[in-house]
């Protein structure tokens, strides 16, 4: 019964998430509106969708990071190349998976972040995984924000994109909260440093993944 409520209750996540990215298309379809015209505010879109503003916030916040939409301080929120993106097709193919492929989800980030950590073994400058690892020791931060960074070292920035996608849409359907000891990332950036790629995977797999089912 309570594995039919939490099922009912990620479900109801997605449709809400896909909701805010339907209703932006239709409004840009409706109005004719162009990459540098003006969407309407969090408030608006709260009130038209009839959802809450974190909903809203966090649909905006992943549109954003996808380089579809921007925000520029003291003005609003602005289309910059939503149309070019097929968007809408790009996110229902996660959205209306079956239950079954929606499991697969976690797993599809571990591959995407484990091609990443060899990307960053093969091509990553060796001066940005240092600055990554003063930050590591210096700052407070999630695995969420943890490997936004380890992607953004990465040269391959499409991987960066698929993998924001398939990120923002486990967090809507109530994937797991992960984080790992501090001291296991900072081991994994040195052992990127060193390029030590059995070091890596020792550390990735069963360290900071397996802490995802503890």
């Not at 939503?82 to 697969?104: I, K, P, T, W, Y």
């Not at 407070?140 to 994109?161: C, G, M, S, T």
């Not at 109530?174 to 984080?179: A, C, F, T």
């Amino acid at each position: 019964m309570n594995d039919n409520r939490a099922d009912s209750v990620k479900n109801k996540q997605s449709k809400i998430y896909l909701d805010i990215v339907e209703e932006l298309r239709l409004m840009i379809q409706a109005d004719g509106l162009l990459p540098g015209d003006k969407i309407p505010s969090e408030r608006e879109l709260s009130e038209r969708l009839q959802v809450g503003r974190s909903s809203v916030r966090e649909a905006l916040r992943s549109l954003e990071l996808l380089g579809l939409i921007e925000t520029r301080r003291g003005e609003g929120t602005f289309i910059k190349v939503f149309q070019e993106h097929r968007l809408v097709e790009l996110l229902g193919a996660f959205f209306l998976l079956d239950e079954n492929s929606r499991n697969n989800l976690s797993e599809t980030k571990i591959l995407l972040e484990q091609a990443c950590l060899q990307g960053v073994v093969n091509k990553a400058a060796q001066a940005d995984i240092e600055d990554m690892i003063q930050w590591a020791k210096t700052q407070d931060f999630d695995d969420e924000a943890f490997f936004q960074r380890v992607f953004q070292i990465n040269p391959n920035h499409l991987l960066e994109r698929i993998w924001i996608v398939v990120n923002s849409y486990e967090k809507s359907a109530g994937g797991p909260n992960r984080k790992a000891p501090k001291q296991l990332y900072v081991e994994l950036l040195h052992a990127l440093m060193h390029k030590d790629s059995d070091e890596i995977d020792r550390i990735y797999s069963k360290g900071i993944r397996l802490s995802d089912k503890s």
